[in-house]
């Protein structure tokens, strides 16, 4: 399909879909694929309340979101995850919030952010006590339905390759459905119509003239400068350095939460 036809695709599963629910909601990250789905929203009239996920530590990499929040004039919503893990991942090691989208112990929404390690000069988290002991809570969560801007062509350092199986992930009730609009994109589709429809990008992250993200990632949302020395499970020493407080401290990696959630919507079959 050209991508005229996949803009129409995308505009009609919307209309198809909107409908059917209570309370349909846009869970957005204000990245590239986020800042599309809003424009074809707001071009179809279309106004929903938004699910903006932030991490408390680095306002510099929202300040984008934040701004583009306040000229389209959104309803945004955050809240605290109910617990975090760590996720050894395919390429990266990353830490996972587990927000409750749903009633427990089904209702929850793994979302992991890549852990960079510390570099001189930068300001960067203590993984054990800041980040798996940050503060958290239950939320009284309202919508059945969340648009995500997910692609099939999408792939992730954490999880790998990860095309969805299909436009709409139903929950039965345990949790949000989930409305895949932007399925059949690719990233070129995604930045000719950023070029066509003019729709803002975050300059500091993305370079719109090769279509690619900046090497340097301090404001970009999808990493975090975390040290996880002392929680590594890579890592098989028994005491380690802690560049915070310059000092050798013992390794508590098996007494640390990992998990490596499992998703049937999404990812590449497996062979038999």
Same mark, same amino acid.
């Given at each position: 399909?050209?991508?005229?036809a996949?803009?129409?695709?995308?505009?009609?599963?919307?209309?198809?879909?909107?409908?059917?629910?209570?309370?349909?909601?846009?869970?957005?990250?204000?990245?590239?694929?986020?800042?599309?789905?809003?424009?074809?929203?707001?071009?179809?009239?279309?106004?929903?309340?938004?699910? *903006?996920?932030?991490?408390?530590?680095?306002?510099?990499?929202?300040? *984008?979101?934040?701004?583009?929040?306040?000229?389209?004039?959104?309803?945004?919503?955050?809240?605290?995850?109910?617990?975090?893990?760590?996720?050894?991942?395919?390429?990266?090691?990353?830490?996972?919030?587990?927000?409750?989208v749903g009633?427990?112990?089904?209702?929850?929404l793994?979302?992991?952010?890549?852990?960079?390690?510390?570099?001189?000069?930068?300001?960067?988290?203590?993984?054990?006590?800041?980040?798996?002991?940050?503060?958290?809570?239950? *939320?009284?969560?309202?919508?059945?339905?969340?648009?995500?801007?997910?692609k099939?062509?999408?792939?992730?350092?954490?999880?790998?390759?990860?095309?969805?199986?299909?436009?709409?992930?139903?929950?039965?009730?345990?949790?949000?459905?989930?409305?895949?609009?932007?399925?059949?994109?690719?990233?070129?589709?995604?930045?000719?119509?950023?070029?066509?429809?003019?729709?803002?990008?975050?300059?500091?992250?993305?370079?719109?003239?090769?279509?690619?993200?900046?090497?340097?990632?301090?404001?970009n949302?999808?990493?975090?400068?975390?040290?996880?020395a002392?929680c590594?499970?890579?890592n098989?020493?028994?005491?380690?350095?802690?560049?915070?407080?310059?000092?050798?401290?013992?390794?508590?990696?098996?007494?640390?939460?990992?998990?490596?959630?499992? *998703?049937?919507?999404?990812?590449?079959?497996?062979?038999?």
């Open positions: 399909m050209n991508l005229s996949k803009i129409a695709q995308s505009e009609s599963l919307l209309r198809a879909s909107l409908p059917r629910y209570r309370a349909p909601g846009f869970m957005c990250s204000f990245g590239k694929d986020s800042m599309v789905l809003l424009w074809i929203l707001r071009r179809m009239g279309v106004d929903l309340p938004v699910v *903006f996920y932030r991490d408390p530590w680095w306002p510099e990499k929202y300040a *984008f979101a934040e701004q583009v929040i306040r000229e389209c004039g959104l309803t945004a919503f955050d809240y605290a995850p109910i617990g975090v893990t760590l996720w050894e991942g395919e390429a990266i090691m990353a830490f996972t919030n587990h927000y409750q009633p427990l112990p089904h209702g929850i793994f979302l992991p952010k890549n852990i960079l390690p510390p570099e001189p000069g930068r300001k960067f988290l203590c993984g054990l006590k800041d980040v798996l002991q940050r503060p958290t809570g239950n *939320f009284n969560y309202p919508w059945d339905m969340m648009l995500v801007g997910h099939s062509s999408d792939q992730d350092q954490i999880a790998g390759k990860i095309p969805l199986n299909v436009d709409l992930k139903q929950n039965s009730g345990l949790g949000p459905d989930l409305l895949f609009p932007l399925r059949h994109w690719t990233d070129a589709d995604i930045w000719e119509y950023s070029r066509i429809f003019d729709v803002p990008q975050q300059p500091d992250r993305y370079d719109r003239a090769t279509g690619t993200e900046r090497p340097d990632k301090s404001v949302s999808d990493y975090a400068h975390v040290c996880i002392c590594d499970r890579r098989k020493a028994p005491s380690v350095h802690c560049p915070k407080f310059n000092i050798e401290v013992s390794n508590v990696a098996d007494r640390v939460a990992y998990h490596a959630p499992k *998703f049937d919507y999404y990812g590449e079959a497996k062979p038999a």
